[in-house]
Structures are given as C-alpha cells and as structure tokens.
T-cell receptor
Framework: EADIYQTPRYLVIGTGKKITLECSQT?????MYWYQQDPGMELHLIHY???????EKGDLSSESTVSRIRTEHFPLTLESARPSHTSQYLC?????????????FGSGTRLTVV | DAKTTQPPSMDCAEGRAANLPCNHS???????VYWYRQIHSQGPQYIIH???NNETNEMASLIITEDRKSSTLILPHATLRDTAVYYC?????????????FGKGTRLSVIA
C-alpha cells in the first residue's frame, strides 16, 4: 500500500560514476525528505523540501544534491560516487496540513560503491 | 523539539505485552509525543501520537503521564513481527519548517 516509491531498491556502482536515486509519491504531499542510514545506526536527515523549487540541507553534511521541480518527485544525485557514500537512503513525505503530521517512508535504496 | 530518552534495548516474550518507556521531561505544552518504528532497515512507520490523553489504535496504546514528562508505548500482544527499533519523538503538531529528527530509539526483540 506504499504511496511513496524509491528506485532502484539496490544499486552497486563503481567509484566516480554519477548516480540518481529516484523518489516519487502519489499522495500530493507538499514536503519531502531524504535520510541516510548506515547499518545498525541512526537515521540522519540530509535534504528536505517544503515545496516545488524549495530545497534545504539537513543536519548531516552530504555531497549529494536534490531537486524539486514537481511536487511528486524528489530525486537525489551524486555527481561522483565514492565508497564513503555506501549507505541506505530513505525518502519520506508529509503533508503540512495533515491531521497528525505523520511521515510516510519509502522502502529505501541500498547503495554500494565499489 | 524536546529531547527524549529511551532504553537502548528491551526483550519481550511473544504473546506478552511490550511496554516501551520514553522520558521527555522538558516537553512543552504544545508538543505531542509521536512513536515510529523501523523494522530491519525498512523505512520507519508511524505508530501513534498523543498530547495528554491516552490513545489507542489498531497497532498500539500510548499512555502519557499526567505531568507529561514520560510516556509508554504498549504493544498488547507482541509478535515476532514486532521486533524493530522504536522511536519516541516529541514535537509540535504543525512544526512548520522543522523536519523529524530520529534518535537512537529502543531496539525491541520479541522472543519466541
């Protein structure tokens, strides 16, 4: 029943490659987020957006960039992947006018840079 | 957002109630208590939230003390599928431009 989709689910890529992780939601949510999580560790916010053409950096410094050209789409790009980027990336969305202001998360992209 | 304190880990026997505590002694009057859980590296899932009254839904119950300085999430009949990391988060209902911050949470292990 997930209404937020992340692709690919798994990605193994060589150092120096450019990659884009896709995130799309069909709920019409105005806010979207990217979190990064290493195995067994805490979730860290790396980017967020409060609407079209709005993006902000999160608490954890990241070499990735994001864009928000359409409400439903919030891709994350790494211009030159490095082994230190190996991690899981989780996308989420929320609606600021929602009754409980809850977040809906995607299933994540597990990235391995070799 | 107010800071929360949770035990790092807990065990619970399958079929028994799991009671997960959370301390939030600096909570302010307009801050809600939210609970999420994360099952084995899936995305976190919203469970329940409350302000001061006890709340119950199909997943869990939330008991908030009268002074609101602590709360307990109750899974009434824990199953193996409830094994997860549980996050207690305190924040204003409509927080404007403040994204959710997840701490370390409590790793609940349900044992057969």
């Amino acid at each position: 029943e997930a209404d937020i989709y992340q692709t690919p689910r798994y990605l193994v890529i060589g150092t120096g490659k450019k990659i884009t992780l896709e995130c799309s939601q069909t709920m019409g949510h105005d806010k979207m987020y990217w979190y990064q999580q290493d195995p067994g560790m805490e979730l860290h916010l790396i980017h967020y957006s409060y609407g079209v053409n709005s993006t902000e950096k999160g608490d954890l410094s990241s070499e990735s960039t994001v864009s928000r050209i359409r409400t439903e789409h919030f891709p994350l790009t790494l211009e030159s992947a490095r082994p230190s980027h190996t991690s899981q990336y989780l996308c989420a969305s929320s609606q600021s006018t929602a009754r409980y202001y809850g977040y809906t998360f995607g299933s994540g992209t597990r990235l391995t840079v070799v | 957002d107010a800071k929360t304190t949770q035990p790092p880990s807990m065990d619970c026997a399958e079929g028994r109630a799991a009671n997960l505590p959370c301390n939030h002694s600096t909570i302010s009057g307009n801050e809600y208590v939210y609970w999420y859980r994360q099952i084995h590296s899936q995305g976190p899932q919203y469970i329940i939230h409350g302000l001061k009254n006890n709340e119950t839904n199909e997943m869990a119950s939330l008991i908030i003390t009268e002074d609101r300085k602590s709360s307990t999430l109750i899974l009434p009949h824990a199953t193996l599928r409830d094994t997860a990391v549980y996050y207690c988060i305190v924040r204003v209902l409509h927080s404007g431009n403040t994204p959710l911050v997840f701490g370390k949470g409590t790793r609940l292990s349900v044992i057969a």
